[in-house]
């Protein structure tokens, strides 16, 4: 069954360093998210990108985030210059986004820690 | 600005039992809701997806409601196992054409043997 793949499943990195987490979305889905999840909070969204422009984005999502589809096959996330509190599991997810065809399917996460 | 919630938060039974989760939302200008399954430290697995215009949707013995004029979830698990034990999220899409999903706090279940 096609999944949501994620990589690394663990970065730890120190404060001001950029950071760029990689997912690859199911393959013939359109939409594409980062979502992340401080320890202990809710599931937050970040961004959802459709048709190599970005669609929708929280007010997380400042200009120290950016998201980039650079092949066929890819989405990233990228963190210029990381903060303490941007540590939080990173999830990425995909959709078809046709009638009746918009369910959301989830990677297994990034865990990031910023030092 | 959507809020869901979710009650209880934490939750254990003994092996076998039957259970109701429930999720609310202020705001019933929802497009869908869908139920996910999260294991401690891993990502999240999709259990169910409900349209705004459906009343429910089953998946083996999971069963979930939607009352969207009340804004108002369950997710029933009958007969429950051990392997059920995990955290429980409902989120949902609002109707605005965007695809963002708003998630509650969860439930944490556990079944014991």
């Not at chain 1, 199911?26 to 979502?35: D, E, K, M, P, T």
Request: with cysteine.
């Amino acid at each position: 069954e096609p999944e949501v793949t994620q990589t690394p499943s663990h970065q730890v990195t120190q404060m001001g360093q950029e950071v760029i987490l990689r997912c690859v979305p199911i393959s013939n889905h359109l939409y594409f998210y980062w979502y992340r999840q401080i320890l202990g909070q809710k599931v937050e969204f970040l961004v959802s990108f459709y048709n190599n422009e970005i669609s929708e984005k929280s007010e997380i999502f400042d200009d120290q985030f950016s998201v980039e589809r650079p092949d066929g096959s890819n989405f990233t996330l990228k963190i210029r210059s990381t903060k303490l509190e941007d540590s939080a599991m990173y999830f990425c997810a995909s959709s078809l986004e046709l009638a009746g065809y918009n369910e959301q399917f989830f990677g297994p996460g990034t865990r990031l820690t910023v030092l | 600005k959507q809020e869901v919630t979710q009650i209880p938060a934490a939750l254990s039974v003994p092996e076998g039992e039957n259970l109701v989760l429930n999720c609310s939302f202020t705001d019933s200008a929802i497009y869908n809701l869908q139920w996910f399954r999260q294991d401690p430290g891993k990502g999240l697995t999709s259990l169910l997806l409900i349209q705004s215009s459906q009343r429910e949707q089953t998946s083996g013995r999971l069963n979930a409601s939607l009352d969207k004029s009340s804004g108002r979830s369950t997710l029933y698990i009958a007969a429950s196992q051990p392997g059920d034990s995990a955290t429980y999220l409902c989120a949902v899409r609002a109707d605005t054409g965007f695809q963002k999903l708003v998630f509650g706090t969860g439930t944490r279940l556990l079944v014991s043997p």
